[in-house]
């Protein structure tokens, strides 16, 4: 996240938030300010509910194997996955006239590889990165196995988006 220095921009977006929830509180409580020295927007995205389903659940089943204590773990983002309690955050930071949507989307698997680039791609790799090199191995494979043979061609990418302005 950056703001121009000369304070010419006037939109925020943030995209990312794979911290711990105080921190993002933190962060927002922060940027609340942010659009009234500018005059503009903040705009906030976050993965919603069954992100990556039905491929997610084969993830963490994976992970579960080789590493139990790493199973579902870190997922601050489940805070706020759905329009109320994403509101809710904003409110807590003193945002109270914020539109929430929340929109469903699909996002293409053609083959096990795209799905193992989504899973590096993502706030997965953080949860990935910490298993030793054989268990990496057993997690990829159990996952490239799973997207085969289930035959599935896509996962849900569902998201929640927040603007808010300065009136």
Not at 30 to 56: C, D
Not at 84 to 110: D, M, T, Y
Request: charged share 20%; proline share 6%.
């Amino acid at each position: 996240m950056s703001v121009c220095a000369d304070r010419q921009t006037d939109c925020l977006t943030v995209t990312d938030w794979r911290s711990s929830a105080r921190a993002r509180e933190y962060r927002v409580r922060g940027m609340s300010r942010i659009p009234e020295k500018l005059g503009g927007k903040l705009a906030i995205t976050t993965w919603g509910p069954r992100w990556f389903e039905p491929a997610t659940t084969a993830f963490w089943n994976s992970v579960h194997e080789v590493r139990p204590d790493l199973y579902k773990g870190f997922n601050p983002w489940d805070r706020i996955c759905d329009p109320g309690s994403l509101r809710a955050l904003l409110a807590e930071a003193g945002i109270q006239q914020a539109k929430v949507i929340a929109e469903a989307g699909e996002h293409p698997i053609p083959s096990p590889d795209a799905w193992w680039s989504a899973v590096l791609g993502s706030g997965y790799r953080g949860t990935f990165d910490q298993i030793n090199p054989l268990g990496q191995q057993k997690v990829r494979t159990a996952n490239m196995t799973y997207i085969r043979d289930s035959g599935i061609t896509s996962v849900e990418a569902n998201v929640v988006y927040a603007i808010a302005t300065k009136t």
